[in-house]
Each structure stands twice: as structure tokens, then as C-alpha cells.
Nanobody, 117 residues
């Protein structure tokens, strides 16, 4: 089992910044990826950014150049730095842990990000 605890969501004006954190605990293992997904009202959950255990990253086209995913292995924590936020970034953001073998996913409880003036 892996437990994920997210923090850092909130209300921010367009153009502002927020940093999300996701602390993992439990049977983390050594070969895995972690990432952030989001789900806006009436829309499907989508991948925002992912990072593997060796540091390879992947971003959705809509956030490239604005969001940065990083990790602190000593703290088992993944971060999502979000800059130049737009109204369309408004969503519930979920932290994900993906283990490759055996394949399994764990999800955090979600944190609301609202971009509005």
C-alpha cells in the first residue's frame, strides 16, 4: 500500500503561481513514476505532468513552459510548480503513484485549484 497526501491548492488570480506537494509513504519501492492529474467539472481526468524514478518528465501540451514537476527523494515528495496560471487550469488536482511491476496505481484525495479574479 502507498499513501499519498496532497497539499498546496487554493484560489489564485490569473497569472499567479501555486505549488502543489504530494508526500508518499508506505511500500514505495524503487521503480515507479509519480505525477499530477486534474479533473475539471464535466471533463475527464487528464494527465498534467509525470516524473519517473530516474527523473524523466512528461508534460501535457497545455502546461508546457508554465508547470514544472520535481521530486525530493529524501522526503518521498513530488512537487508541481504552477506559474502563469489561467482560468482553464481550474480543476481538482490529484497526485498519482504508478508502480510498473506489478502494475498498480494509487491516488491522493485531490486538492482544489481555482484560478479566478
Amino acid at each position: 500500500q502507498v499513501q499519498l497526501v496532497e497539499s498546496g491548492g487554493g484560489l489564485v488570480q490569473p497569472g499567479g503561481s501555486l505549488r502543489l506537494s504530494c508526500a508518499a509513504s508506505g511500500s514505495i519501492g524503487s521503480i515507479y513514476a509519480m505525477g499530477w492529474y486534474r479533473q475539471a467539472p464535466g471533463k475527464q481526468r487528464e494527465s498534467v505532468a509525470t516524473i519517473t524514478n530516474v527523473g524523466s518528465t512528461n508534460y501535457a501540451d497545455s502546461v508546457k513552459g508554465r508547470f514544472t514537476i520535481s521530486r525530493d527523494d529524501a522526503k518521498n515528495t513530488v512537487y508541481l510548480q504552477m506559474n502563469s496560471l489561467k482560468a482553464e487550469d481550474t480543476a481538482v488536482y490529484y497526485c498519482n503513484y504508478h508502480r510498473y511491476i506489478p502494475m498498480i496505481d494509487y491516488w491522493g484525495q485531490g486538492t482544489q485549484v481555482t484560478v479566478s479574479s
